[in-house]
């Protein structure tokens, strides 16, 4: 007589990460699939830039710098930048108030 087969439960196939995008929509001229990201580790730089319009931006990289990360805090730049600009305006609008009430 042989051994009983243990009846083990069989492990799930593992599910595959999906790739990240490494082309993305440029933020100035919208063209789809114009930015291309570049890492360069050895001299610690990541750079963006836009094959249509020529924008680009760059910032500091390390090991775990992806594409996705150099864009988005490029897109976080843009997004700032406008903020500070729209804060700028409104802060002449105000002054442009105050000195009609005493006028």
Not at 22 to 30: A, G, K, Q
Not at 48 to 63: F, G, K, P, Q, R
Not at 77 to 95: H, I, L
Request: hydrophobic letters at 30%; charged letters at 35%; aromatic letters at 6%.
């Amino acid at each position: 007589m042989g051994k009983r087969k243990s009846t083990r439960a069989k492990t799930a196939p593992r599910k595959k990460a999906e790739k990240l995008d490494t082309t993305f929509c440029c933020p100035f001229c919208n063209h789809p699939g114009s930015i291309d990201c570049k890492i360069d580790l050895k001299h610690m730089v990541a750079e963006a830039s836009c094959n249509t319009c020529s924008e680009s931006y760059s910032t500091t990289a390390h090991a775990l710098t992806e594409p996705v990360d150099v864009y988005a805090e490029w897109i976080d730049e843009c997004e700032k930048a406008n903020a500070d600009r729209d804060e700028a305006s409104n802060d002449v609008v105000r002054e442009e108030v105050d000195d009609d009430e005493y006028a």
